[in-house]
């Protein structure tokens, strides 16, 4: 298929999981709106239609919790074809039903892109509209997250992390007692082949966690306290302190002094927490259990983040072009979601090893920005090769570039044609 064929599948892909101003993931595996895979998207509309880009994020914050939260699934309507649903979740937070905790905060990131790529004059209002939306989320995120003020965001579940069965959550996972759960049918696996997805042991404790947050009415301060599983993390600690950066970017737009020196306070103490993430062996950052200060041994693709969360001192860079260059050098495509040299390690099952397209563009900007623009391009001509080979899967093996998971992905299309095809680096150039 052309380059131009691709963007066309893109667009149709699209326009096809468009609900009426909401985008589903991929029709059948996920059939709801998902957090930050609709913030994704936009940045995908807004190639050929920004008022539509507006919309999905506008409909996710439709959703937002009383407390701040915005939902990681919102739940339209009711889909047999999906567990866990609403009646799982037994959330009362917010004005749609909903899952009961949230997503990395890629949010206002993307906000800021849409006010700068502009064609319409009307960005900067509707980027105003949701400000003190934007504002109340990531209050929430440092209260409930950090009740400790540590300067890094912890996670209550692995789904609010995005990467559900990532070696990094397995020691805590595995301290999670598996109890209150009902009998329960999965239904991802009837979609998509098992040996990609999170095995029955994962989802036992997936489900045990929600049973707890259950019990205490999903209270984000005794979810904090009593969670069986909190972990720091650094993919929703970066994406935050990036997305807190473009936050003061809009504060300044609006002329909203207040709110930019509380931003600035956070931006300043998180630089510093961010510190509590580094693994001092390994050269990166890494998560760490808030429950038995343990760090993780391995490098994810989210710790070549620190840059995108302008942390780009020379050590951190220095370190962090190591260890592209070593994984680089032993799998065909850059970059898996967890280190090919780690045992844990597995090409095709889901956040344990395979290339995903919006990781990659993060970390590709990131990289960009501290003056890498080698790497960067290698992660996007790397991209755009898996794409060109498998088409809008969900993920790709970094080995053969085989595509897994689901089938026309709105996601992937989304980064394909905001950065990752070669007809959008011309228009670029
Ligand atoms: C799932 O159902 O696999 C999702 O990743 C949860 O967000």
Redesign the pocket.
Known sequence: MSNADLDNTARTILIENDQGGYTVPTKGL?PYQ?NWDSVFVALGFATFDQDRAWREIEMLFEGQWRDGMVP??LFRKDDPS?FPGPKVWGTDGGPIPS?GHS?PPVAATVIRDLVDTDRSGKALERAGALFPQLMNWHRWYLAYRDPDNLGVLAIIHP?ES?R?NLPDWDDALRAVEVKDIEPYERK?TSHVDPAM??HKEDYDRYLSIMAACRSVGWDPAEVARTCPFFVADPGVTFIFLRASRDLLVLADKLGKEAEADEIRGWIAHMEKGAKNLWNGDLHAHVAFDRRTGKHTDGISSMSFLAPYAGLADAKTLTSLQGHFDRIAAKVRYTMPSYDPDHPSFEPLRYWRGPVWAMVNYMIARGFAEAGDAIRAEKLRSDTAQLVETSGFAEYFSPETAAGAGGGTFSWTAAIWLTWASPTHVKQAA
């Open positions: 996920y998902w990681h699934i999906y899952s997503q789904w995005g559900d991802d997805r999170p």
